[in-house]
């Protein structure tokens, strides 16, 4: 009589566990997931735990802290994201972007401004974006206008693009002159 093989594979399979969330473990992922779970927690505690997982040696750990403090929108953390900016890694460099523009402190322009000389132009375009949320103020607008002409098509595009939909005029040539005529 011959037993079937597969009930014991589906048995196996099952008692293998995945990553599981937790900020002291050796692998990254898991300290990521750790992070992750912090999400709906406030306390000072628990915030100062995600500011030092800002200073983990892995890209990831970092990214989800910066995506845990973005979700908080509260502008004074503007401070823990600048110094990401110049983050070795470039998605840690995209997700200060992203919290700088979320958090809604004009304080970030200059330090965006400055990163759209970043030579990722993934990390431009998430400086772009990031402007995009200051607009209304003159010096993130006139970085958007010079980013049209950006090497990088897909820079100079997205920079067009934001532009368009910021003023609801789509009829305006993809050209630096042309955006700093209209807005000048």
Not at 51 to 62: C, T
Not at 98 to 125: S, Y
């Amino acid at each position: 009589m011959r037993v079937p093989v597969w009930p014991a594979l589906l048995i196996l399979l099952a008692s293998c566990g995945g990553p599981e969330a937790n900020l002291k473990s050796q692998d990254p992922y898991e300290r990521f997931l750790g992070a992750r779970e912090l999400v709906e927690r406030t306390d000072p505690a628990t915030m100062a735990e995600v500011v030092a997982l800002l200073e983990d040696p892995h890209f990831l750990v970092v990214v989800g802290a910066l995506e845990l403090l973005t979700a908080q929108r509260r502008p004074e953390y503007l401070q823990h994201f600048v110094p990401k900016l110049k983050h070795k890694h470039p998605l840690v460099r995209q997700a200060a972007c992203a919290g700088i523009g979320a958090i809604n402190n004009p304080e970030g322009i200059p330090p965006l401004i400055e990163t759209l000389k970043d030579p990722d132009p993934a990390v431009r375009r998430a400086a772009l974006k990031a402007l995009a949320w200051y607009v209304d103020k003159a010096d993130a607008r006139n970085a958007m206008v010079e980013t049209v002409a950006d090497k990088d098509p897909s820079v100079s595009y997205m920079a067009h693009r934001l532009l368009s939909e910021a003023t609801n005029r789509t009829d305006i040539p993809q050209k630096r002159e042309a955006w700093a005529e209209l807005l000048k």
